[in-house]
């Protein structure tokens, strides 16, 4: 609906387009200002700071504690509040004979009416293996035949059965298994909840250093210093583009596309939405 999108007027995307709701985000004001921060009152100090507490985020941490680096997970819910949560028909990684990685990108290409970034694509497809294999071993219960070997299943558009899943409710498996290994590292990974981050904070050079932190319950602002920041704040499908419903958990706002944002990172398909079930049939947005 073209009387949906509005033209962005500041920023890295200047002169696209983007959606009503995420447009008029892009462009606010700011939730704080200079005069607000005490930059010198820093809160928390750590080598990795991850934004979000679902399963990209955990990940993130995990991985980043595994390579020796003290980690500070903020989420301005709970971990494990997240899509992540909600996912049920499994995860695709082409790790059986009669597959391949090659295979896998020509189908996710063409799948896409071949618009997505290659080098995306390739990285996606080619690092599947060893992300399911990274789970398994984390202890995730996919399912199983009697033998061990892993039970793959056809997923929208494949051309070979590489979804695995664990039952109907492999989001929750998953984000289980991501969660409880976060909390069991104490000692390399801090996690502070109901806390939002608002603002990403850059150093002389224009590199991520830190974020200002809002605590959602008492709305103190706290100050996190950080040699990387990774920001992993899942999607927007509580914005609720164009009125449409959806099943997206409560926590996906938009708040990571508008700090990135903010911060001077260019958005990638910013004006693209995605919808699903794919077979809705109404309300009109899809149509």
């Not at 082409?94 to 990685?101: E, G």
């Not at 219960?141 to 494949?158: I, L, N, P």
């Amino acid at each position: 609906i073209a009387s949906q999108f509005e033209e962005l007027k500041i920023g890295p995307n200047k002169g696209q387009k983007a959606p009503i709701e995420l447009a008029a985000m892009l462009q606010a004001k700011p939730r704080v200002t200079a005069k607000d921060v005490d930059l010198d009152k820093i809160t928390y100090e750590t080598d990795v700071l991850v934004i979000g507490g679902g399963g990209a985020g955990t990940s993130a941490a995990i991985e980043a504690s595994n390579a020796g680096a003290n980690v500070l997970l903020v989420t301005k819910l709970r971990v494990g509040d997240a899509n992540t949560m909600m996912a049920e028909g499994g995860i695709q990684a082409a790790d059986k004979p009669n597959d391949s990685p090659a295979q896998h990108y020509l189908d996710a290409f063409g799948g896409g009416h071949f618009d997505a970034k290659p080098e995306l694509v390739y990285t996606l497809t080619t690092k599947a293996p060893i992300a399911i294999k990274w789970l398994n071993d984390l202890g995730v219960e996919f399912d199983k035949s009697e033998d061990g070997t892993m039970v793959t299943t056809h997923g929208g558009g494949t051309s070979r059965k590489r979804m695995h899943a664990c039952k109907d409710y492999s989001g929750a498996e998953i984000m289980r298994t991501l969660r409880d290994e976060t909390f069991n590292r104490p000692d390399r990974i801090t996690v502070v909840d109901f806390t939002a981050a608002i603002e990403i904070i850059k150093n002389d050079k224009g590199e991520a250093c830190g974020a200002v932190l809002e605590n959602v319950e008492t709305g103190e602002i706290r100050i996190a210093k950080a040699k990387v920041v990774v920001i992993a704040t899942g999607g927007a499908g509580r914005m609720h583009y164009q009125g449409f419903p959806t099943s997206n958990h409560y926590g996906a706002t938009a708040d990571g596309l508008v700090m990135a944002y903010r911060a001077g990172a260019k958005l990638l398909y910013q004006d693209s939405l995605q919808y699903h079930p794919t077979g809705t049939a109404y309300p009109s947005q899809i149509l």
